[in-house]
């Protein structure tokens, strides 16, 4: 049991829907509350099909279908989580809107890249090495859950706090969104040395 729920924590922590709400700031001002919520409904479902894909499956995918190791895409999913990160530290949440485009299906854009990312889909196949596929799916299913239903309840206190102090709102974007970058650039570098001493030991 505490192994599962350290795995939950590692699983939310890189999910982290505090920072998740600061990539959508755009999509919070725009959308109303019920769009909002039922487009981040299907993209939390199609994140967690993947995640338990992953889970499930994890290195079968990398070795018999990518025909790679998952070491690679740690290096590779370390890079490209570091420049989203330097991205972010520089222009701020303008580009997680560069990278989804101006997407028809706002709910497959914000699966992807938002949802599904190289953290997040790095700890999901370390989840399904630690469990059993079924503690594995529950705990990734659990964790995106509790990040979609914690990012509708900041949505709605979004909508509640803006008409009154809209200058609070800002300040809390530019403050978090330095963290955030922060974040994402640590992240990726330790997803980045994890692999290469993944490949290290191999010689």
Not at 22 to 44: E, N, Q, S
Not at 113 to 127: E, K, R, Y
Request: aromatic share 10%; proline share 3%; glycine share 10%.
């Amino acid at each position: 049991m505490p192994g599962a729920f350290l795995s939950a924590a590692l699983f939310v922590t890189l999910l982290n829907p505090f920072m998740i709400v600061i990539y959508l700031v755009d999509v919070i001002h725009k959308v109303d509350r019920d769009r909002f919520r039922r487009v981040l409904t299907r993209a939390g479902g199609i994140a967690g099909a993947v995640f338990c894909a992953f889970a499930l499956l994890g290195d079968a995918i990398f070795s018999t279908v990518i025909q790679a190791e998952f070491a690679s895409f740690q290096i590779f999913g370390g890079v490209v989580f570091l420049l989203i990160g330097l991205q972010f530290l520089f222009q701020g949440p303008a580009a997680i809107e560069m990278l989804r485009g101006d997407a028809k299906e706002l709910a497959g854009a914000i699966a992807m890249p938002v949802l599904i990312g190289p953290g997040t889909v790095s700890a999901s196949v370390v989840v399904g090495q630690r469990h059993n596929g079924f503690v594995a799916c529950a705990i990734v299913l659990l964790g995106v859950t509790l990040c979609v239903m914690t990012i509708v309840l900041l949505k709605a206190a979004h909508d509640y706090v803006r008409p009154r102090n809209e200058a609070l709102i800002q300040r809390y974007i530019e403050v978090a969104g330095r963290i955030t970058a922060l974040y994402v650039g640590t992240v990726s570098i330790e997803m980045i040395m994890q692999g290469a001493l993944v490949w290290a030991r191999k010689f």
